[in-house]
């Protein structure tokens, strides 16, 4: 069956060091794979996309990579902030109705 | 336009009684989305419009699930007879392609 598999245990870090969050799927040829940040009792808000045939995609202190081969990618945020504390979620879109499929996030703590 | 909106943010209602959220999606996407969301746990996919039409069911959708887009604009999601199992945060996303963009939710609880 198809699974998205994300840590479940929370990451904490130290302010200033890189976070690194993994995502791994199985049974899936997405040609998209997303992140989203959610912080509590909101809505999910897009981040990132990046295309089956792109290995990285860089958005400011975010980078990602996708690695079709080993069916992963790999999120990681920069100079980590306190307030880059959240939840962060690995999307994958596949098909053609750009259905997107959400793995059951990870959740980051930056202490300051 | 300032994104997608959602009402209620809550709703608690008794079990039994039906109940009907509303989404109005950023005007010039033509995917709207609604995913049902409980805690711990990612978004899970309900149902997809394309412009009016209603192109996939997810099958955890039972037949007390409804949905609608008339003319192609704001979407409702109607769940008749709730059942305590369906409380959870339900989400609406609309798309024109690339990334999501969600609403805040409303939050249903049944007692």
């Known amino acids: 069956s198809q699974k998205i598999e994300q840590n479940s245990e929370a990451l904490n870090i130290q302010e200033g060091k890189t976070a690194t969050l993994t995502c791994n799927y199985t049974?899936?040829?997405?040609?998209?794979l997303q992140w989203y940040r959610q912080d509590p009792g909101r809505g999910p808000v897009f981040l990132l996309l990046?295309?089956?045939?792109?290995k990285e995609k860089r958005k400011e202190r975010l980078k990602v990579t996708f690695d079709t081969t080993l069916k992963q990618s790999l999120f990681h945020i920069t100079a980590s902030q306190p307030a880059d504390s959240a939840t962060y979620l690995c999307?994958?879109?596949?098909?053609?109705?750009?259905?997107?499929?959400f793995g059951t996030g990870t959740k980051l703590q930056v202490i300051p | 336009d300032t994104g997608v909106s959602q009402n209620p943010r809550h709703k608690i209602t008794k079990r039994g009684q039906n109940v009907t959220f509303r989404c109005d999606p950023i005007?010039?996407?033509?995917?709207l989305y609604w995913y049902r969301q409980t805690l711990g746990q990612g978004p899970e996919f309900l149902t997809y419009?394309?412009?009016?039409?209603?192109?996939?069911k997810s099958r955890l959708l039972s037949d007390r699930f409804s949905a609608e887009r008339p003319k192609g604009s704001f979407s409702t999601l109607e769940i008749q007879r709730t059942e305590q199992g369906d409380s959870a945060m339900y989400l609406c996303?609309?798309?024109?392609?690339?990334?999501?963009?969600f609403g805040s939710g409303t939050r249903l609880t049944v007692v």
């Open positions: 996303a609309s798309s024109g392609g690339g990334g999501y963009t």
């Open positions: 049974n899936y040829s997405p040609a998209y």
């Open positions: 990046i295309r089956e045939n792109e």
């Open positions: 999307a994958l879109l596949s098909g053609g109705y750009q259905k997107v499929t």
């Open positions: 005007s010039e996407h033509n995917r």
């Open positions: 419009f394309q412009n009016e039409a209603q192109l996939e």
